[in-house]
């Protein structure tokens, strides 16, 4: 990525249009995907597994306010960090496909097409090993149980400030179903 388009934004937009045309803007949308996709889907599957089965466990934790949303952060801690090592592989390769030149843990470097992943995987599997994928996985652990502990603990505290019910969900949801 060139840091110094000349023209600032709008710069940019003209540079990348001329060069790469309108599907240009969406170069790197199958490798985020392939990234996100694992990511939400385990998130919201760990989070109300997780949820399910604290409650289980203590059902008088749905009783208070306070108890609740501690459920909802513990839920939002083990779905950040499962989520983030299912789908760390996945960003190891995203970031190895948009960086200048694809650097292995071992400090090799060569150059990788950015559109593709599988070249982008036998890259980093042949220079570090099946553990080349999951290299700098701990921070990202800390950083998405945190950020989703937060999430999940803001989204269940809002539904109550507003008085949203499962109920509510549940009539947005038939409402919504008949628009087809």
């Not at 089965?53 to 008088?60: D, E, G, Q, T, W």
């Not at 749905?62 to 760390?88: M, P």
Request: with cysteine; hydrophobic share 45%; aromatic share 10%.
């Amino acid at each position: 990525s060139d840091n110094n388009v000349e023209g600032g934004f709008a710069g940019g937009f003209m540079k990348i249009k001329e060069e790469s045309g309108l599907l240009g803007f969406y170069e790197g949308l199958n490798a985020i995907l392939f990234k996100e996709i694992p990511f939400a889907l385990c998130k919201f599957a760990v989070f109300d597994a997780a949820c399910n089965s604290i409650y289980n466990l203590y059902p008088a934790a749905r009783e208070s306010l306070s108890t609740a949303l501690l459920v909802s952060v513990i839920g939002g801690a083990i779905s950040g960090s499962v989520a983030a090592v299912v789908s760390h592989p996945a960003d190891t390769v995203l970031t190895s496909l948009y960086s200048e030149e694809s650097m292995s843990t071992s400090g090799a470097t060569e150059t990788v097409d950015r559109g593709d992943i599988p070249a982008a995987v036998r890259s980093i599997v042949d220079s570090d090993g099946w553990t080349g994928l999951f290299a700098g996985v701990g921070p990202r652990v800390v950083f998405a149980a945190v950020l989703l502990a937060l999430e999940f603990l803001l989204y269940d505290y809002l539904k109550v400030l507003l008085k949203v019910s499962p109920e509510d969900l549940g009539q947005y949801l038939d409402v919504l179903s008949t628009f087809k």
